[in-house]
């Protein structure tokens, strides 16, 4: 069985400051992806970063990284200079292919993270 | 390209009453998926199809139908709306296959209230 864990269920920063949101998975499956979402207060669910199991190169896209270490089976996400626009409930996702045939996609509860102008 | 719509954004129900959730999507995506968002729950996968003409149960199925119309349509019907079906419902479609995964893309979701 799959699981995701965000232990981080809130967090508040101060404008400008750096965060970082942590996500550990489980699985048995050595072909998986890994995925972050961001839900803003507006409720839709969009899509950041997918990271195949192969491929554990970090990486950056402006002021967002990602962290992915398969030795501690962690995928943790770094907001540099966080902005009031960050404040979001951020979802880390465990996908892999079920024996069904279809794309099981693990959900953790997600982290709220609020930034403070 | 509009992605991933669904309709209604809002809809109240009462206990009993029946509606059908609609999705849509326009990435030629042969997945789509509904789950239901609760808090502290994350999110938890009603039905999925996995291609035109094929649906099946996700994690919390009871209560609830699916159609796959077509390519692009798939929706999530109530027959019985009952207090515990009060969530955010989300749809999400995917070029993943039975042979391989990709990413899923979500509609702006409908929040249900069941009184």
């Known amino acids: 069985a799959q699981k995701v864990t965000q232990a981080q269920t809130e967090i508040s920063v101060v404008e400008k400051e750096d965060v970082t949101l942590d996500c550990v998975y489980e699985?048995?499956?050595?072909?998986?992806?890994l995925f972050w979402y961001k839900q803003p207060p507006s409720g839709e669910l969009v899509f950041l970063i997918r990271r195949n199991s192969f491929d554990e190169q970090n990486e950056i896209s402006g002021r967002y990284s990602w962290n992915f270490q398969k030795s501690t089976s962690s995928f943790n996400f770094t907001i540099t200079a966080s902005q009031v626009v960050d404040s979001a409930v951020y979802f880390c996702a465990l996908s892999v292919l079920n024996s069904g045939g279809y794309q099981k996609v693990t959900f953790g509860i997600g982290t709220k993270l609020q930034v403070i102008p | 390209n509009a992605g991933v719509t669904q309709t209604p954004k809002f809809q109240v129900l009462k206990t009993g009453q029946s509606m059908t959730l609609q999705c849509a999507q326009d990435m030629n995506h042969n997945s789509m998926y509904w789950y239901r968002q609760d808090p502290g729950m994350g999110l938890r996968l009603i039905y999925y199809s996995a291609s035109e003409g094929t649906t099946d149960k996700g994690e919390v199925p009871n209560g609830y139908n699916v159609s796959r119309l077509n390519k692009r349509e798939f929706s999530l019907r109530l027959e019985s709306a009952a207090p515990s079906q009060t969530s955010v419902y989300f749809c999400?479609?995917?070029?993943?296959?039975?042979?391989?995964?990709?990413?899923?893309?979500f509609g702006p979701g409908t929040r249900l209230t069941v009184l």
């Open positions: 999400a479609s995917s070029a993943g296959t039975a042979f391989r995964t990709d990413t899923q893309y």
């Open positions: 699985t048995r499956d050595t072909t998986y992806y």
